[in-house]
């Protein structure tokens, strides 16, 4: 029996969901199952260029918009890396940043939704081991039901 590609591999998962739409919003979908499905999607960087395949990592797995403009980076991650939290919140800072250039209205910002497949526990305490899926979303701290 042959030996399946990896999709934990950098390349194998890339290649899987840049070239399948659908599976990317089956992906999407299943994740964000409270959230209303999207319908389509396009991948905003669907090439791998050659330093991507001999550097450290690949930046930014798959970038992609929805027909909202609603904005998602799907990362796949096997190694636990220092301060994964903060690196997970530069990449969201980062997409908001890149919508806009001097002179554009706030108002044209759309959603930006990180997805990151782990391949180990984000929090190592044990109260939080049993949990595989998280939600993060900025809201007010005495006020929960205000989401910003």
Request: proline share 7%.
């Given at each position: ?9 950098d ?8 070239d ?8 999407i979908n ?119």
């Amino acid at each position: 029996m042959p030996t399946l590609l990896d999709p934990k591999n950098d390349y194998v998962f890339k290649r899987l969901f840049a070239d399948e739409p659908e599976l990317l919003i089956a992906l999407i979908n299943a994740v964000r199952y409270r959230a209303p499905p999207i319908r389509s999607i396009q991948v905003r960087n669907p090439n791998i260029d050659p330093p991507e395949l001999h550097g450290k990592y690949i930046i930014l797995d798959i970038l992609a918009e929805d027909s909202n403009g609603t904005r998602y980076n799907i990362e796949m991650q096997i190694r636990r890396q220092h301060a994964y939290s903060a690196r997970s919140t530069y990449y969201l800072a980062k997409m908001i940043c890149d919508q806009l250039i001097a002179g554009d209205a706030y108002e044209r910002l759309c959603p930006v939704i990180g997805i990151h497949l782990l391949d180990f526990d984000l929090f190592r305490e044990q109260d939080y081991q049993d949990q595989a899926a998280w939600c993060f979303e900025m809201r007010d701290l005495d006020s929960p039901d205000v989401r910003l």
